[in-house]
């Protein structure tokens, strides 16, 4: 049997096809029947495990749909209703406890726990699921910690208590300590939860935003690799690429004197400009190296390598220019 994945089955992992693959008794009317279970269930849980259901784009009637599937497989296979290997069971456990068999309400009412049971369970394996997967389609991740006050703590929002707690006066503790503290402030009935010393500890959750539409823009701006570029996008990609090592071609086979002029052209023209500094500290660096050249020798500096490349744009033969 193939073994499923989170990245390319990811529907049979959350669905778990294999109970409907072995259910022998599916009816339609167990929709209508378990209608109320099925929903509130589905609801209890969505909002319980609503972060990692969010991180996938799942809606309420998704888990609700979901659960539905898990009921259907509950009912073809572990229902005292019909799995009479279990209803012999609990009847045998029923008569040592009590004494006597368990009528049909007793049996219904069992049978009707199992199943929300059931479905919780399968509902939060399904929220783990969409954790994982999530991994690999969101932008950001999920910050947890647990920070106590001191005497000199200061006040500050939850990223500044991520990004540098002991410059704010601030403790961080283990899950462990929080979890004795928040158990002694329950038996106590204070609803803040405070450390051995009396300060109070602040729970700090900031959730993964997922992918923004801005993120999306992202992926199709100018500037970005192949995979996200529409056709005609490419093409000119290429074209230009062709062109600048054209370009580039020339200006090698330019004289001295010749480079040296468009190198005083450019740099004079895009001074101060800052979307040119990198281009003009290049050029200043290029110019000074030919400055040190004897005249009557022709060669081309290579004074940087790496992805940055001078090119003279001979198209614009009145105003020389020098791109990157």
Request: charged share 35%; glycine share 4%.
């Amino acid at each position: 049997m193939k073994k499923y994945n989170y990245k390319d089955d990811f529907e049979m992992l959350y669905l778990r096809h294999e109970y409907l693959t072995r259910c022998d008794k599916l009816e339609g009317k167990f929709v209508e029947e378990y209608a109320s279970i099925v929903h509130t269930t589905a609801r209890i849980m969505y909002n319980k495990l609503y972060p990692n259901f969010n991180k996938v784009g799942f809606q309420r009637d998704d888990i609700v749909a979901i659960t539905n599937m898990y009921m259907l497989g509950y009912m073809g296979l572990y229902s005292l209703r019909f799995n009479k290997e279990k209803r012999d069971k609990f009847t045998k456990t029923y008569k040592r406890r009590f004494g006597q068999k368990p009528t049909e309400q007793k049996i219904y009412a069992a049978d009707r726990n199992d199943m929300i049971n059931f479905l919780r369970q399968r509902i939060q394996h399904c929220s783990v699921v969409c954790a994982r997967k999530a991994r690999s389609i969101i932008v950001d991740e999920d910050r947890r910690a647990m920070f106590a006050e001191t005497a000199n703590s200061q006040p500050a929002a939850p990223e500044q208590l991520l990004e540098s707690h002991k410059k704010l006066g601030y403790r961080k503790i283990t899950k462990k300590e929080y979890k004795e503290c928040k158990k002694k402030a329950r038996e106590l009935r204070e609803q803040t939860v405070t450390d051995k010393d009396g300060f109070k500890i602040i729970n700090v959750e900031i959730l993964s935003r997922g992918m923004s539409h801005e993120d999306y823009l992202i992926l199709f701006e100018k500037g970005q690799s192949l995979f996200s570029m529409n056709p005609e996008d490419v093409f000119i990609s290429l074209e230009n690429k062709e062109e600048l090592e054209g370009f580039k071609a020339k200006f090698a086979a330019t004289d001295i004197v010749r480079k040296k002029r468009i190198l005083k052209r450019f740099i004079n023209k895009n001074n101060g400009d800052k979307s040119y500094k990198k281009e003009l500290t290049l050029a200043r660096k290029m110019l000074k190296k030919l400055r040190s050249i004897p005249e009557g020798q022709n060669c081309v500096p290579a004074l940087i390598s790496g992805t940055m490349n001078i090119m003279f744009d001979y198209k614009n033969a009145k105003k020389p220019e020098l791109m990157v």
